[in-house]
């Protein structure tokens, strides 16, 4: 059983071009349909689960291997969700260094930019629009924080604890 | 706010590699892209924001969290496997300790804790973190108007055509990729009669 599931997210890890999100549908097929080790409702509220915590949320492979076979499936799909990937990255790394010289590699590598930048911008615009389902109030806090960070230098923790306070007072 | 001049970047020691991915994973709410970039680029100074910028595209088409790319790169540019691991360990380590919390939580009471307004208000301010981040990245950045469209194009495939995000990927990244080259005249006549 650990043994399947660190396979099934290793396979997972693989195919994860775009991060968490983008590998979501598959992870649902895998899980629910061919494995059957979750039901529809249950991946729904991990998920959820998953992002109340601070960091990548690819972490929500953890939660899914929690609830499928306890600490040791946490152990099992934190381990195949992340490593091989990280692996990859690491030689991909180690190449990039070996081909420093070469005159094509930075304007290449400059042209990823723009379409890293672009899904950064959706991922925020996917946000937004989520946020929206609690009313007006929030889209304003999305509007000043996206002024202050653009705008400004400070410390983005301050919109984020004045979107949760404002949170607490109007959406409690 | 006026721009202060481009600080020379610092090469971090492992101790402050690990410290620094720790706080990108634990204030990383929503937007760890965004936190991501504000501690290496504008906080600490160890890569100017276009070599990060192309650390992040290229851990961005490879499978895997972007940002957990970035960290393996970044990690051993500065201090090899040692780093790439402290690097990652610093990344994942609260969150992951957040995340047993709340799952044994979950398990005790079967639901989670009663902060659901809290993390409303929160996830809108780090939707607007993020949006912001995109916006200051492409103005300091100085994209040429081909890259400007790209980047456009790849926010409405995701964000509004909910295309999969390796299609995007695999469409907009030659491509882009190609328009660069030819900006650098490392593409002949072909490229530059298109």
């Known amino acids: 059983m650990i043994l399947q599931i660190l396979l099934t997210f290793s396979i997972l890890s693989l195919v994860a071009i775009g991060g968490a999100n983008a590998v979501l549908p598959e992870m649902h097929r895998q899980l629910v349909e061919l494995h059957g080790w979750l ?20 972490l929500v492979a953890s939660v899914m291997g929690w609830r499928i076979a306890g600490a040791g499936g946490m152990a099992a799909a934190t381990f195949g969700m ?14 990039m260094h070996r081909l420093r010289g070469a005159p094509w590699l930075k304007p290449a590598q400059g042209g990823l930019v723009p ?12 946000m937004a629009e989520a946020s929206h389902s609690h009313g007006v109030m929030p889209l304003v806090v999305v509007a000043v924080s996206t002024l202050f960070v653009w705008r400004t230098n400070y410390s983005p923790l301050w ?14 | 706010m006026p721009e202060a001049p481009p600080p020379a970047t610092i090469i971090p020691g492992p101790a402050e590699l690990f410290a620094g991915y720790l706080k990108i994973g634990l204030f990383g709410f929503g937007g760890v892209a965004a936190w991501a970039r504000r501690v290496i680029v504008e906080e600490r100074h160890w890569l100017t924001e276009r070599d990060y910028a192309e650390v992040l595209g290229l851990g961005q088409v490879l499978p895997g969290p972007n940002v957990g790319n ?10 090899g496997l040692s780093g ?34 809290v993390m409303a208000g929160i996830a809108a301010g780090a939707a607007g973190m993020v949006i912001g981040t995109a916006f200051k990245m492409a103005g300091k950045l100085k994209l040429r108007a081909e890259a400007v469209t ?9 964000a509004w055509l909910g295309l999969p995000l390796p299609v995007i990927v695999l469409v907009l990244g030659p491509v882009s990729i190609a328009l660069s080259l030819w900006r650098a005249g490392l593409i002949g006549a072909t490229g530059a009669a298109r």
């Not at chain 2, 970035?70 to 201090?79: K, L, S, T, Y």
């Open chain 1, 39 to 58: 039901d529809d409702a249950t991946f729904s509220q991990l998920y959820a689960l998953a992002q109340a915590a601070p960091g990548p949320n690819i």
């Open chain 1, 82 to 95: 992340l490593v091989p990937a990280a692996i990859l990255a690491w030689y991909v790394a180690g190449l």
């Open chain 1, 115 to 126: 379409v890293a930048i672009g899904l950064i911008l959706a991922a925020g615009i996917t």
């Open chain 1, 159 to 172: 919109v984020l604890a004045g979107g949760g306070a404002l949170g607490a007072i109007f959406l409690g």
């Open chain 2, 70 to 79: 970035a960290a393996v790169m970044i990690g051993r540019r500065f201090h």
């Open chain 2, 84 to 117: 790439a691991l402290l690097a990652t360990a610093g990344l994942y380590c609260a969150p992951f300790v957040i995340l047993v919390l709340l799952c044994l939580f979950y398990d005790r009471y079967g639901q989670l804790p009663a902060v659901a307004p």
């Open chain 2, 150 to 158: 790209i980047l456009l194009l790849a926010t409405l495939g995701a």
